[in-house]
T-cell receptor, first 116, second 114 residues
Framework: AQKVTQAQTEISVVEKEDVTLDCVYE???????LFWYKQPPSGELVFLIR??????QNEISGRYSWNFQKSTSSFNFTITASQVVDSAVYFC?????????????FGTGTRLTIIP | DTGVSQDPRHKITKRGQNVTFRCDPI?????LYWYRQTLGQGPEFLTY????????KSRLLSNRFSAERPKGSFSTLEIQRTEQGDSAMYLC????????????FGPGTRLTVL
């Protein structure tokens, strides 16, 4: 069975601080995909990044960066110089490659609050 | 490019009533997914279509739930004889099957069963 654990339920930081959101996953698949989504107060899940299991390169996109470590089954997300607009619930998710269906298994989310 | 749309955005109903939700995917997307999200939890997979074929259903989807995608475009999710435990956000996502298959989500329908 697939599982995603986001141990941090809530994090608060002061604006401009850096913050890292942790994600640990479990899967028996050798091919899988990992995702991060942002859910602002409006409720709509916004896609941030997709990573496949064969690509362990870290990725940076503006103030966002992702650290994928297969050895520890982790896919952590760092926001540099946080801003109030980053306040949201962030979900890590894992795809199920069974029969080619990529249904997502989500973690329970981390609520991030940026204090102005 | 128009995103995924869902209708209605909010629905309040009394226990025992039937409700139906609609999802319109991104136009060229052939895959469509339904998820349910309860307060403080991540979304949970309910069912999935590729074109008009329903290919997988979660065991979370009791026999009171039915989903259709009759022409491979929009989809409907019906809940019969609603129960208070059905209160949740119902999310729809769509994707284009392929090597870079990524699900894009709609705004959701929030269901409250009184």
């Amino acid at each position: 069975a697939q599982k995603v654990t986001q141990a941090q339920t809530e994090i608060s930081v002061v604006e401009k601080e850096d913050v890292t959101l942790d994600c640990v996953y479990e899967t028996r698949d050798t091919t899988y995909y990992l995702f991060w989504y942002k859910q602002p107060p409006s409720g709509e899940l916004v896609f941030l990044i997709r990573r496949n299991s064969f690509d362990e390169q870290n990725e940076i996109s503006g103030r966002y960066s992702w650290n994928f470590q297969k050895s520890t089954s982790s896919f952590n997300f760092t926001i540099t110089a946080s801003q109030v607009v980053d306040s949201a619930v962030y979900f890590c998710a894992l795809s199920d490659k069974n029969f080619g269906n990529e249904k997502l298994t989500f973690g329970t989310g981390t609520r991030l609050t940026i204090i102005p | 490019d128009t995103g995924v749309s869902q209708d209605p955005r909010h629905k309040i109903t009394k226990r025992g009533q039937n409700v139906t939700f609609r999802c319109d995917p991104i136009s060229e997307h052939n895959r469509l997914y339904w998820y349910r999200q309860t307060l403080g939890q991540g979304p949970e997979f309910l069912t999935y279509f590729q074109n008009e074929a329903q290919l997988e259903k979660s065991r979370l989807l009791s026999n009171r739930f039915s989903a259709e995608r009759p022409k491979g475009s929009f989809s409907t999710l019906e809940i019969q004889r609603t129960e208070q435990g059905d209160s949740a956000m119902y999310l729809c996502a769509s994707s284009l099957a392929g090597i870079r298959d990524t699900q894009y989500f709609g705004p959701g329908t929030r269901l409250t069963v009184l």
